[in-house]
């Protein structure tokens, strides 16, 4: 089975704190997403890479960034935490782009408060 | 531009009723569709999916969608819910080409004994 992992499903930080929120997946997958899930707004995409060392923007960038060195690990960034990053953060990846590798398998999700 | 609709927020039903959830795509070509299940506090499990040929497609956990061209949907359904069914599920879709899926803002199912 495909295992996606994140360090952490509990993170309460406070505000202005530099945070890392690490993401690792087994199955040798190209495609790793970071999205956002807020109620009412479903999920929103963060950023997400295709390769090593590469990174897209997504929906809602702004106040995120990410790293990706390795293939398995992608990881989110939040520079100067505040209160409006309170969320569920999600990673997920794929196999590659296009049908059914398109498809999704998501980590257990990593609640973060900021206080 | 691309979407994903799922018109109901909540929906409420009887534990043994059967269970409709809607969904509605806006894609220039036929895309592909997924629906996930999110149990609370919980990450994303994918129910069934949907990429081409026989448009009634059966999934995990007694779950059937069916995929309509001419409604642009692909509605979720079963004919019998359990008290743990009770969860969010999400609409995606996703098209040829393209690196990511676009996902619809969840329906939370109530399942009441």
């Known amino acids: 089975d495909v295992k996606v992992t994140q360090s952490s499903r509990y993170l309460v930080k406070r505000t202005g704190e530099k945070v890392f929120l690490e993401c690792v997946q087994d199955?040798?997958?190209?495609?790793m997403f970071w999205y956002r899930q807020d109620p009412g707004l479903g999920l929103r995409l963060i950023y997400f890479?295709?390769?090593?060392?590469?990174?897209e923007k997504g929906d809602i960038p702004e106040g995120y960034s990410v790293s990706r060195e390795k293939k398995e690990r992608f990881s989110l960034i939040l520079e100067s935490a505040s209160t409006n990053q309170t969320s569920m953060y999600l990673c997920?990846?794929?196999?590659?782009?296009?049908?059914?590798?398109?498809?999704?398998?998501f980590g257990q999700g990593t609640r973060l408060t900021v206080v | 531009a691309q979407s994903v609709t799922q018109p109901d927020i909540h929906i409420t039903v009887s534990e043994g009723a059967s269970l409709e959830l809607r969904c509605n795509y806006s894609?220039?070509?036929?895309?592909?569709l997924f629906w996930y299940v999110q149990s609370p506090g919980q990450g994303l499990q994918l129910l069934l999916k949907?990429?081409?040929?026989?448009?009634l497609v059966q999934g995990i956990k007694g779950f059937e969608a069916e995929f309509k061209r001419s409604q642009s949907s692909f509605n979720l359904r079963k004919p019998s819910v359990h008290w743990s069914d009770a969860a969010e599920y999400f609409c995606?879709?996703?098209?040829?080409?393209?690196?990511?899926?676009?996902f619809g803002t969840g329906t939370r199912l109530q399942v009441f004994p």
């Open positions: 997920a990846s794929s196999l590659a782009i296009g049908g059914e590798d398109t498809e999704a398998f």
């Open positions: 199955m040798d997958h190209e495609n």
């Open positions: 890479s295709y390769d090593v060392k590469m990174k």
């Open positions: 894609y220039g070509a036929t895309p592909y």
């Open positions: 949907y990429f081409s040929g026989d448009t």
């Open positions: 995606a879709a996703g098209t040829e080409g393209t690196d990511k899926l676009i």
